[in-house]
């Protein structure tokens, strides 16, 4: 047998135009008496994907002011499930980095046509204020008809429920995408003992008729591209989105 059959070269790409990129992350929220935020991974890992990349990246919530990982998600929690989460503790030590999520600016500070991308995280808080957020909800649909990307993590993906185009159509309409499945909640669900949260991403999605939604099995990698939209299913699938959103900003 020839040995040679067995070697696997591999060279990815290593430069990429230069890009700008706006990560955002939800306040924090009480749910059920506690306060939650965002969930570390799904804006940890595409930071660091996009700092890798050579992008440049800037940090953000709606309102302004200090946000907080979910505790669930919080790699330094020792009763978490992510304490092998080295890139989000790399982040919160990082000497620039970690100041961030200290006092965070508004979006109102933000200029969309500065940018090339935008992506939001997921985590406990979206559900709860992104709901009513029509700002941010413009900000989101301004982002899209400008010719940008729109990259929505887990229930970060929440903002296609309400996100209005200018002309008044849903910004999810005749788009497929994917966001925290039903499967996933329940799974929470009994983790809790409780309904943890009052409406689901999957089931209120299905109620549109002009949509397509799609998941894979419970805490399955998936994401998926349609056009310049790219949503992504759980924190295991955000490599996933920011590796799109890079393949999109290198095209």
Same mark, same amino acid.
């Given at each position: ?8 070269? +591999?060279?990815? +790409?290593?430069?990429?135009?230069? +890009? ?35 992008? /440049? ?50 979006? /109102? ?28 909800? +413009? ?12 990259? *929505? ?6 903002? *296609? ?7 008044? =159509? ?17 799974? @929470? ?10 409406? =689901? @991403? ?27 939209? @790219? ?14 959103? @890079? ?5």
């Amino acid at each position: 047998m020839n040995e040679q059959n067995n070697v696997i070269r +591999k060279q990815p +790409k290593h430069t990429f135009p230069k +890009k700008k990129v706006l990560c955002l992350v939800s306040n924090p929220a009480i749910l059920h008496g506690m306060k939650v935020g965002f969930f570390a991974e799904e804006m940890t890992r595409p930071f660091f994907d996009f700092i890798n990349a050579g992008f /440049d990246v800037e940090f953000c919530s709606p309102w302004g002011g200090e946000v907080i990982f979910d505790g669930h998600s919080d790699p330094e929690n020792p009763n978490g499930a992510y304490q092998n989460d080295l890139i989000s503790i790399g982040f919160v030590h990082h000497k620039d980095y970690g100041k961030l999520m200290k006092d965070t600016p508004s979006i /109102d500070e933000f200029n969309v046509n500065d940018y090339d991308a935008i992506c939001v995280a997921g985590g406990g808080a979206p559900l709860i204020n992104f709901k009513d957020d029509e700002k941010l909800h +413009k900000f989101i649909a301004d982002f899209y008809e400008a010719g940008k990307i729109v990259c *929505l993590i887990c229930h970060g993906t929440s903002l *296609l429920l309400w996100t209005k185009l200018s002309d008044g =159509t849903l910004l999810a309409d005749g788009k497929t995408w994917t966001g925290f499945a039903d499967s996933e909640e329940n799974m @929470i669900n009994e983790m809790f003992g409780m309904t943890v949260n009052d409406y =689901t @991403i999957e089931t209120e999605a299905r109620k549109n008729p002009n949509t397509n939604f799609e998941v894979a099995g419970p805490l399955e990698p998936f994401a998926i591209r349609d056009g310049r939209l @790219i949503t992504a299913q759980q924190q295991h699938s955000s490599f996933l989105a920011s590796q799109l959103v @890079i393949e999109a900003l290198s095209e």
